[in-house]
């Protein structure tokens, strides 16, 4: 089993719907990120978490919201999905006190909004 | 704040031909930087890292990265590539301190191609 899963790893959605990504881990690890990649921009930060208490927004956190559940679950919302929302999302994990920013990252979540 | 810039976003090779994949990046203070390798349908997965000490880091499947501070590149080479090597490469970056601690910065990605 995978140590960053994602689910679901496909979404097909409609402009306007409310969809939620998830993120749970095993490897223990405080630090929780969600990135988006779009072809040609790489990876951008949305949101990130050190801990339960902190939550973060990276450089493009607007129409997204987060949600730290427990240590391991992380959970990405976009209220109200807009076309331009369609990207592949991807949560990361980082151990605190690792100074380096290393990230172990989940498989994936597609997002198509039409 | 730092930055990376991937100066290809295609390079196409022939199987066993060197392949060099570039990356510069921007910082005000010392760095941390990374390869990371994406395969078509899967996540990101670290390839090589480069913390401190030698500037010379190795990966496991033959591919090598040199740190220059001089020229703040970290480019990305391996001497004969194979068909499974086809896949996207991201280099990344993270500050040794200041504000933007424990947040890797993201090149575009060069998407690498080997053909037979």
């Known amino acids: 089993d995978a140590d960053v899963t994602q689910t679901p790893r496909n979404r097909i959605t409609k402009t306007g719907k409310r969809i939620m990504l998830e993120c749970s881990q095993t490897?223990?690890?405080?630090?929780m990120y969600w990135y988006r990649q779009d072809p040609g921009l790489g990876l951008r930060l949305i949101y990130y978490?050190?801990?339960?208490?902190?939550?973060n927004k990276g450089e493009i956190s607007d129409g997204y919201s987060v949600s730290r559940q427990a240590q391991a679950k992380f959970s990405l919302s976009l209220e109200s999905a807009i076309p331009n929302q369609t990207a592949l999302y991807f949560c990361?994990?980082?151990?605190?006190?690792?100074?380096?920013?290393?990230?172990?990252f989940g498989e994936g979540s597609r997002l198509t909004v039409l | 704040a730092q930055s990376v810039t991937q100066l290809d976003s295609q390079v196409p090779v022939f199987e066993e031909a060197p392949v060099e994949l570039r990356c510069n990046y921007s910082?005000?203070?010392?760095?941390?930087l990374f390869w990371y390798v994406q395969y078509p349908n899967q996540g990101l997965q670290l390839l090589l890292k480069?913390?401190?000490?030698?500037?010379l880091v190795e990966s496991i499947n033959g591919f090598e990265a040199e740190f220059n501070k001089s020229q703040t590149s970290f480019h990305l080479r391996k001497p004969s590539v194979h068909i499974s090597d086809t896949a996207e490469y991201f280099c990344?970056?993270?500050?040794?301190?200041?504000?933007?601690?424990?947040?890797?910065?993201f090149g575009k990605g060069t998407l690498l191609t080997v053909n037979p």
């Open positions: 990361a994990t980082g151990l605190a006190g690792d100074p380096t920013g290393e990230l172990f």
């Open positions: 490897k223990g690890h405080d630090r």
């Open positions: 978490s050190f801990d339960v208490k902190d939550i």
């Open positions: 910082s005000s203070v010392s760095v941390y």
């Open positions: 480069y913390l401190s000490g030698s500037t």
């Open positions: 990344a970056v993270s500050e040794t301190a200041g504000g933007s601690n424990y947040k890797l910065t």
